[in-house]
Every structure is written in structure tokens, then in C-alpha cells.
């Protein structure tokens, strides 16, 4: 797979560049902690379970990847705060900006989220994305020829770029042990990370981890990306509540501070509770109060 490349959204992509280990490195590096171990291919798979679900990280970061990507630079705001990486950036004060960037389909403009503050809701009508589109390719086009003419006036490159849109392209080598990608996978790949960083977080795990690392990519959907965590209260209302202890089940919320009401008796806004909720939805499980 080295050299392959996948295409994300208008014109971004990832290629793969280089990788080291594979899944038998990973349980080799396991192994030394207790001797010769497991050999099988069978036992390979039970010991790489074993290591992911109990959190056992060390012996994921033997492997790296290094990956090539061009990305919106809004997008990579995100994905640099990911700091468990090495990485090299395209430089635009050595080199002019490259000519691309992120378009957006008349399809795809979001709304503000209602209950997220800072993430998507559902999609605008198709009217308001045409008109969307017209403003954004009039502003790609306006800031590309104020960009053009202070290079032509000879101004520095730094200095003209400051006024480029964040919807223009970068691109960097990005290089990251196996233990540290999975956790920007576990984030990115969530439904609460921005379609446009889900993308891309998309393609390298579904395309290109699932094949370097096929023991490693069915341990991490099971226990990580598909799985589910309960905090103490969750576990001890679920607990309590299938025993038949109600009224326990509540006071656990009561005393987690999840049951507040405003003067018309609905429930206040609780982030914590709401996220229970949503858990106990998944579950089919109606906890001791009204869900409203």
C-alpha cells in the first residue's frame, strides 16, 4: 500500500508514505515481558485482545505510520493539537500557497447544533447552499487575486499570505506510533468530531490501519470505537435500577446533581445527565425518571 493515495473531500487526500510492524510486532513486543508466550496466529489475536482491552499501550507504540496529507488548514487546526506526532509542514514563506481549496457542496452547509456549541446540526435547504456557494467561490476568487497581486507587487511571502482563507490547502508529512493513532482515531471517528476531520479520520482507519494492522483494527472496534463506557454513576443506576431499587437508582442522580428543575418542573439542562441518557437510549434501558 505505500504510495497508494485517498482522495478526501474536494481535493484533499492521505497516502501513505512508510510503516513499521505489523501485528505480529506487536505481540512480539509483548512477549518479552514474559518469555517465549503464545505462538499461534489464534493466540496472536487473543493476546492483541488481551493488550487492547485492558489497556496494555506500550507494545502499540513498536509500530508507526507515516502518512502524506493535504488538508484545509481549518481542519488541521484540529488535527495538530493532536501533539504524539512528528510532523512536516508544506511552508508557505519558503514557497507560494498552494492554488487549491475546500469547496463546499450546496448540499453540505450545516446548522449550528442546538445542544452542541460547538458542532453541526442538521443541513440547510438546498436554496440557502446555492446561495452559500456563490458567496464562498466569490471570496476564493477575491482573495486569491489579492494574494496574486502582492506577491507581483513583491511583497514577502509571509506577510501576503496573512489574509489567505482557511479553507486553503496545506499539506504535511505526518508520522505517529500505532498506540497514539488509535487514540486520534478513537476521537475523530466519533460521531461529535467534525464531518470534515471524520473524513479523513475515516480513510486512514477503515482503509488503511484495517489492512497494516487487521488483528489490531477488530480489537479497537470492539473494545474502543464501538464500544461504550460507564461512569460509576451510570453503572451503580443500572445496577441499582435492575435490582429493583428505584428510588436508589434516583438518589445516585439526585446526588450527582442531575435532577435540578426550573419553576415549571422540567429538568434543567444537565450535559452529564443528557449524556447518561443517550447511553441508557443505546442500552434500551429507561432509567427511574422521565426522559424529557
Not at 29 to 54: C, P, Q, W
Not at 241 to 260: F, K, N, R, T
Not at 261 to 276: L, V
Given at each position: ?221 470492539d473494545y474502543r470505537l464501538n464500544a461504550m463506557y460507564l461512569t460509576h454513576m451510570e453503572h451503580q443506576i443500572i ?54
Open positions: 500500500m505505500i504510495g497508494e493515495k485517498v482522495k478526501v473531500l474536494n481535493d484533499g487526500f492521505v497516502q501513505l508514505v512508510d510503516f513499521i510492524g505489523d501485528d505480529s510486532r506487536i505481540v512480539q513486543a509483548a512477549r518479552v515481558s514474559y518469555g517465549a508466550g503464545t505462538k499461534t496466529v489464534h493466540e496472536d489475536r487473543g493476546l492483541i485482545r488481551y493488550l487492547m482491552r485492558h489497556r496494555h499501550t506500550t507494545p502499540f507504540e513498536m509500530c508507526e505510520v507515516t502518512f502524506l496529507i493535504r488538508v484545509p488548514m481549518d481542519c488541521w487546526r484540529q488535527w495538530i493539537r493532536h501533539r504524539t506526532a512528528n510532523v512536516n509542514e508544506y511552508s508557505t514563506r519558503y514557497s507560494e500557497a498552494i492554488d487549491s481549496k475546500q469547496t463546499t457542496d450546496h448540499l453540505e452547509w450545516r446548522r449550528q447544533s442546538d445542544s452542541n456549541k460547538q458542532g453541526s446540526g442538521q443541513f440547510l435547504p438546498a436554496d440557502v447552499g446555492d446561495r452559500l456557494c456563490s458567496e464562498e467561490m466569490d471570496l476564493h476568487e477575491h482573495a486569491d487575486r489579492v494574494y496574486r497581486r502582492r506577491l507581483e507587487a513583491g511583497v514577502a511571502r509571509e506577510q501576503a499570505r496573512k489574509d489567505l482563507p482557511l479553507s486553503t490547502y496545506t499539506e504535511a508529512y505526518w508520522k505517529i506510533d500505532l498506540h497514539n493513532l488509535l487514540h486520534f482515531l478513537s476521537l475523530r471517528m466519533d460521531s461529535h468530531a467534525q464531518l470534515e476531520i471524520r473524513s479523513y479520520a475515516n480513510v486512514i482507519g477503515e482503509i488503511f490501519v484495517s489492512a497494516l494492522f487487521p488483528l489490531v483494527w477488530e480489537a479497537f472496534k445496577g441499582f435500577s435492575l435490582s429493583g431499587q428505584d428510588s436508589d437508582a434516583y438518589d445516585v442522580a439526585h446526588d450527582a446533581g442531575w435532577m435540578e428543575r426550573k419553576e415549571n418542573g422540567t429538568f434543567k439542562s444537565n450535559r452529564e445527565r443528557q449524556e447518561a441518557e443517550a447511553k441508557f437510549q443505546q442500552l434500551n434501558f429507561d432509567p427511574p425518571w422521565v426522559v424529557e
